[in-house]
């Protein structure tokens, strides 16, 4: 068979996966009005613990500080990132929410560069916020912050992924710390529970939201994985706004104004380019987990 169509294929599948990743949000975000955004994400975090743990096998028992204490590290990450990114979408919706959470690893592909190219991919990311967001009396600028405070989560798993990466392989690190991450949840999910509001309609989407954006596209990345190069990879996934700003659109009637999607579109651009000259350290989780299992080292995946 071709080399081509199983690159072919390879890339279908990503763009199912982010589509599914963003389709969940947005179906998440339908529960906000029940359990707000910290139910949502407490949810979502047991159902990737559920997933995770059994599949990576982490050895808990012997486990020493120093593998410890960037896990925990990287639960308060998880955490923070997620909480943020789902606030965020609260207020200013999932298209602008998403396109400033990616500025995270733009920023950490750009960071010390002293190229014209990276310079000029820098300023266009700044010039596509600036139109995103047309800054005014009306701008919600708390929706914004949360953007940009999930945007500094993702850059910082990034940066905290390359000491967890070399103390615990493959998918260790990550299933660690979404257990750590969802039991620090399970007291806002007892309240929930308790007052009744976790169930029937908010429950069905919350636990959507966690299959959606975390088993689906862990399952289908792995699968692309294996047909699509990593750094090709990272460029496809910078589709993720356009895909959450559709899903907005769709799912919830987040109808955007042209600027906004040129902003998006902008943004878009910028993070493609950085990313294809990024190195492996924006990798996803499944190219984390692919790279460990050719016995090759890097950074451990992002939370998604």
Request: contains cysteine; hydrophobic residues 55%; charged residues 10%.
């Amino acid at each position: 068979m071709p080399r081509t169509r199983p690159r072919r294929n390879g890339l279908a599948l990503v763009l199912a996966g982010a589509a599914s990743s963003q389709t969940g949000a947005a179906l998440g975000a339908g529960a906000f009005a029940s359990i707000g955004p910290a139910g949502v994400v407490a949810v979502r975090q047991v159902v990737a613990a559920a997933v995770l743990l059994p599949v990576a096998r982490p050895p808990l028992r012997r486990m020493t500080w120093s593998q410890w204490w960037p896990v925990l590290l990287l639960a308060l990450v998880f955490a923070g990132m997620n909480l943020s990114l789902y606030s965020a979408v609260e207020r200013i919706g999932l298209g602008l929410a998403v396109t400033l959470e990616f500025l995270g690893p733009l920023g950490v592909a750009l960071a010390g560069s002293r190229t014209v190219r990276d310079l000029l991919v820098a300023l266009a990311a700044a010039v596509g916020v600036y139109v995103l967001v047309l800054p005014g009396p009306a701008s919600d600028w708390v929706g914004v912050g949360l953007g940009l405070a999930a945007a500094c989560c993702w850059a910082g798993y990034i940066v905290l992924g390359r000491t967890v990466g070399s103390r615990l392989p493959g998918l260790q690190a990550p299933a660690v710390a979404s257990g750590v991450s969802a039991l620090a949840y399970l007291p806002l999910v007892a309240v929930l529970l308790a007052d009744g509001r976790l169930a029937g309609e908010p429950l069905v989407l919350a636990v959507a939201a966690g299959v959606l954006s975390s088993v689906v596209p862990y399952a289908v990345d792995l699968t692309a994985l294996r047909w699509v190069p990593a750094r090709q990879f990272g460029v496809i996934m910078s589709c993720h706004p356009v895909l959450a700003a559709l899903a907005g659109l769709v799912v919830l009637g987040q109808v955007l104004a042209v600027h906004e999607w040129v902003g998006i579109a902008v943004v878009v651009v910028a993070n493609a380019v950085a990313l294809r000259r990024a190195h492996d350290g924006t990798e996803t989780r499944a190219a984390r987990a692919e790279k460990a299992t050719a016995g090759a080292t890097a950074d451990p995946p992002v939370a998604r």
